[in-house]
């Protein structure tokens, strides 16, 4: 069955570093997500792409962040300057089309920042 | 905005026992309904969902939910837990204010759920 994977599986860097989360959402989808949860909060959205271009974003999402779809498979996430508060489970997920309703998500980034 | 509510953080059942999470939402308009599962170091697992027609609906691993519109509700239930079913469980409402399936998930804070043998 096809699933959406996610690379690293744990990823620890420096403040002020910036970082690449990279997913590989289900071949044929075109609706992809990111979303994060802080250790003991909720899963909370950032942002959805569609057509090559951000259909959505939240509150959190500011200019430090940035999302990319590089060629036909991946899907990244990009954070420019991290702070201790990025530290979170980041997961991707995808959908087939604007009809269908579930998102299929991957297992998650954790990244950590000192 | 929308809006979920889970408002058990953490639930003990023994097993066999049956179970019941509570999940409540806030939303204009009729909802896209969620429930997923968390184990330990892995990602976020669909259970079940609820989009239109028969309001309750069957899951994955014996589980289905209710919703129920009077009550914005749409609790999840199990009639016989077993101890691998210990995890941490999400509802999530799907869709904006204008219905839109483009839109993003709104997710509950979780109930942890921990079984005893």
């Known amino acids: 069955e096809p699933e959406v994977t996610q690379t690293p599986s744990h990823q620890v860097t420096q403040m002020g570093q910036e970082v690449i989360l990279r997913c590989v959402p289900i071949s044929n989808h075109l609706y992809f997500y990111w979303y994060r949860q802080i250790l003991g909060q909720k899963v909370e959205f950032l942002v959805s792409?569609?057509?090559?271009?951000?259909?959505?974003k939240s509150e959190i999402f500011d200019d430090q962040f940035s999302v990319e779809r590089p060629d036909g498979s991946n899907f990244t996430l990009k954070i420019r300057s991290t702070k201790l508060e990025d530290s979170a489970m980041y997961f991707c997920?995808?959908?087939?089309?604007?009809?269908?309703?579930?998102?299929?998500f991957g297992p998650g980034t954790r990244l950590t920042v000192t | 905005a929308q809006s979920v509510t889970q408002p058990d953080i953490h639930i003990t059942v023994s097993e066999g026992a049956s179970l019941e999470l509570r999940c409540n939402y806030s939303y204009g308009a009729t909802p896209y309904l969620f429930w997923y599962v968390q184990s330990p170091g892995q990602g976020l697992q669909l259970l079940l969902k609820y989009f239109s027609g028969d309001t309750l609906v069957q899951g994955i691993k014996g589980f289905e939910a209710e919703f129920k519109r009077s009550q914005s509700s749409f609790n999840l239930r199990k009639p016989s837990v077993h101890w691998s079913d210990a995890a941490e469980y999400f509802c999530a409402v799907g869709a904006d204010d204008r219905g839109s399936t483009l839109g993003r998930l709104y997710f509950g804070r979780g109930t942890q759920l921990t079984v005893w043998p």
């Open positions: 792409f569609y057509n090559n271009e951000i259909s959505e």
């Open positions: 997920a995808s959908k087939p089309g604007l009809s269908s309703y579930e998102q299929y």
